[in-house]
């Protein structure tokens, strides 16, 4: 099984944002020469749809009839879905491997989205998902609903991508000199993941007296495995600080640490990670 | 427990929770109002308790979905605490049964619900609703003071409608329908005839404390504690089963010593409002999940509901005749029973049958579930032990010409067949040596130990050498702590023999 070893895995749903996600997908896949896989997962338990039986009423062996007609709806909702899944995947296999990406596996699981991707996860070496999904025109959120949960249940990079695809060509790490994002400049360093592309390095927040002493760190880490970086500090508030540079600076991918609190202090304090991916239009490399 | 998981069972699916609350609180009404009847207290109790448990269980269950409340099975074991005692030692009862249950949660007693065969949860259901059936018999009886054919009329007017009005329209739950129809028929009408306000005092308020009023003694205590050990047994029992029910409905999982420990603090809170205990309720969590209920919501909408409908129509209520309470009963009790039990009896292996109808006859017999129960698991056990007896092989042959005899044990060697085990070896052959090779067999325990033991000696008396080979390691260790053949003066030991 050495072909699942460091696979790229793109999370799909049955929506038009998937091919997004697999055209980035495919792009990471390429670039890394790694072993590309599409899965979907099929939720058993969704919201159920109105209109039930209110009658109220129990007749002789109640118990057995509705077991049986529940898992008749239940097998009959799985078998539809999983064929119009796999033509789904299959599709977007074939999209994939138009633009280079070799092999690409399709897959579909049971279960429940976080959970399936965080059994996955030894395998892979990026998980690549939407920021919106299927559910995206009936709620008002910017985020998927699956989106914060999934990306706290995993280990491993995530990319996150937004509504269009565009080969990135400028990329921004948001450095805050921590632990994570230290791990982030090396990974970045190290990947072929961005060989060739330019990196800019920003460092924002409060001003801090090493500030300058880890942005140089970054900027030769980079700078010795061939990147052509440019590392600045804009003090301010990172959220502004990193969305603006985004745009005055034509970024396209955006790289950053991601939910390093437990949900407890994000319920009091609010999420940096997800004010962030709010804020920000460009796809996003999250580390954890 | 994550905010996920939290969010998934409240929110997950609010207005099919709503919904589906709305119908469960309308049909726990009726029920409420005939098992405090059964209990023998005001219907006033059951509906405190009904309310009470299902709003707590909606917090504290481990089983979304599923609806607690004022519950048959409850009511048939209080009965006879009420009529001796009355009803402040009830409401004792209920406080000492929920803290037992919590102390059940905590030791994690719902483990001994994989003793419980699937034959006796089918006797327990079966007796359950030819329990609930009977109860219903003296409002029919014509005996009864104002039980007459206007009564026989409205109760077969009310299954008419009952069963014939889902297949016209499923918006609104047909038992209400019945009631109301039946209610404003008789109102309209004058009969004279027994109604729910004949039969005790109904609530005129939101439920408040207070404290059991018994005396805090030992006299007490012993007068409450086997009720309360009953009814421990008994609630865990239908809600654990009907816990596994909603599982298998819904196909997802819940947590059983969570619903233990729920059951313990929803009694105790029901004591103290003058509720009386109760537990999980098969038919109406069929109903719930029917009616598309899913989450904890519907079990909060059901208790809130209900007391609000109560408390504010309480003069309608008690114009309810009895009739229309007895179609709602027959209905609860007509979907309760497994009537795949009749055509089981001929298909299932006959211990199996013999265990379920031991279970249902117990129960009946006695008016306790937890005796049934009882002696459903004990009759189980009992075959199985004699099942698994009969898995046990002794061959043997004889070698070195005759000199030995090698016999070779495979199987089962425990208390049901140490006996055939012992008589399996010929004694009065005449050879110099047995070899008795035990690698295949199991000793399971003492009974089994000592049977060896036996046989070794016996041989050894008629001047045989005994040479046993092949213990496994779980036998091993059984003999190497219980034998004694192998010990110094092992003989003496059983001399008496």
């Known amino acids: ?288 | 427990m994550s905010f996920q998981t939290l969010r998934q069972d409240w929110l997950g699916n609010v207005r099919n929770d709503v919904l589906a609350g709305l119908v469960v609180a309308l049909a726990l009404i009726p029920e409420a109002i005939a098992f405090s009847i059964i209990a023998g207290v005001d219907p006033k109790v059951g509906l405190y308790a009904s309310f009470s448990i299902a709003t707590i269980i909606a917090f504290a269950g481990g089983r979304p979905g599923m609806i607690s409340a004022a519950t048959g099975a409850m009511a048939l074991v209080i009965a006879s605490l009420v009529k001796d005692h009355g009803l402040q030692y009830l409401l004792a009862a209920t406080v000492l049964t929920g803290v037992l249950q919590v102390v059940a949660g905590w030791v994690q007693l719902g483990r001994l619900m994989r003793f419980v065969s699937r034959s006796v949860v089918t006797g327990f259901v079966n007796a359950l609703a030819i329990l609930i059936f009977l109860a219903q018999l003296p409002e029919l009886n014509p005996n009864t003071a104002g039980v007459g054919w206007p009564v026989y009329a409205m109760t077969a007017a009310g299954l008419a409608i009952i069963y014939g009005l889902p297949h016209i329209t499923k918006v609104v739950p047909s038992p209400l329908v019945t009631i109301v129809v039946l209610t404003a028929f008789s109102i309209w009408m004058g009969l004279d005839i027994r109604t729910v306000g004949d039969m005790g005092e109904l609530p005129d308020s939101l439920p408040v404390f207070l404290l059991p009023d018994v005396p805090l003694n030992l006299e007490t205590l012993k007068i409450i504690l086997p009720y309360s050990l009953t009814l421990m047994v008994v609630g865990l029992l239908e809600s654990l089963m009907t816990a596994t029910i909603v599982d298998d409905l819904t196909d997802t999982r819940s947590d059983k010593n969570r619903e233990c420990a729920g059951q313990g603090v929803a009694n105790i809170a029901t004591g103290f409002i003058g509720g009386m205990a109760g537990c999980a309720m098969i038919g109406q969590s069929v109903i719930n999940v029917k009616s598309g209920g899913r989450g904890r919501l519907s079990t909060l909408v059901a208790g809130v509901v209900l007391l609000i409908l109560v408390v504010f129509l309480g003069e309608w209520v008690k114009q309810i005749p009895m009739a229309a309470l007895v179609a709602v009963m027959i209905m609860v009790s007509i979907g309760t029973f497994n009537w795949g039990s009749f055509r089981n009896l001929r298909e299932h292996p006959r211990s199996s049958s013999a265990v379920m109808i031991a279970t249902v006859v117990v129960t009946v017999a006695t008016h306790d579930l937890a005796k049934g129960v009882l002696t459903g698991v004990l009759l189980s056990g009992f075959f199985f032990a004699h099942k698994v007896g009969q898995i046990l092989r002794v061959r043997s042959m004889a070698d070195n010409e005759g000199r030995s005899r090698t016999y070779t044990v495979t199987g089962q060697v425990f208390f049901a067949s140490a006996e055939s085990f012992a008589n399996a070896f010929d004694y009065k052959e005449v050879v110099d040596s047995v070899r008795i090779d035990v690698s295949r067999a199991h000793f399971w325990d003492i009974t089994a130990v000592s049977a060896l033991d036996k046989v070794v000696l016996k041989f050894r008396r008629e001047g045989t050498e005994v040479e046993v080979i092949g213990l496994n390691e779980a036998s091993a260790t059984m003999v190497d702590k219980f034998a004694v053949h192998d010990k110094d003066g092992a003989d003496d030991m059983l001399v008496g023999h």
């Open chain 1, 1 to 288: 099984m050495t072909q699942q070893d460091n696979k790229v895995l793109a999370c799909v749903d049955l929506s038009p944002y998937a091919d997004h996600v697999a055209d980035y997908a495919a792009w990471a896949a390429a670039r890394m020469a790694a072993p590309l896989e599409f899965l979907h997962v099929i939720d058993r338990h969704p919201a159920l749809p109105g209109g039930q039986d209110h009658s109220g009423a129990i007749g002789a062996n109640a118990q057995e009839a509705l077991l049986k007609s529940l898992s008749e709806e239940d097998a009959a909702r799985t078998r539809a879905e999983r064929e119009a899944a796999r033509v789904f995947l299959q599709r977007l296999r074939e999209r994939a491997e138009a633009v280079g990406a070799s092999p690409v596996d399709t897959r579909q699981r049971h279960g429940d989205l976080a959970e399936t991707l965080s059994e996955q996860q030894d395998g892979v070496r990026l998980f690549v998902l939407g920021r919106r999904g299927a559910s995206a025109d009936s709620t008002q959120r910017d985020l998927g609903r699956h989106v914060e949960w999934t990306v706290r249940s995993l280990q491993r990079p995530i990319l996150a991508v937004t509504e269009r695809f565009k080969a990135p060509e400028r990329v921004l790490i948001a450095f805050d000199g921590s632990a994570i994002t230290r791990k982030g400049v090396e990974m970045v360093a190290a990947s072929p993941l961005f060989k060739g592309l330019p990196v800019q390095v920003l460092m924002s927040g409060k001003p801090s007296g090493d500030g300058p002493k880890q942005i140089e760190w970054a900027r030769q880490t980079l700078a010795q495995a061939g990147f052509d970086v440019v590392a600045e500090i804009e003090p301010g508030d990172p959220q502004v600080m990193i969305s603006q540079a985004t745009e005055r600076k034509g970024i396209d991918l955006l790289i950053m640490g991601a939910y390093s609190h437990s949900p407890l202090r994000k319920l009091l304090m609010g999420s940096k990670t997800t004010d962030l991916l709010r804020a920000v239009q460009v796809p996003t490399l999250l580390l954890r």
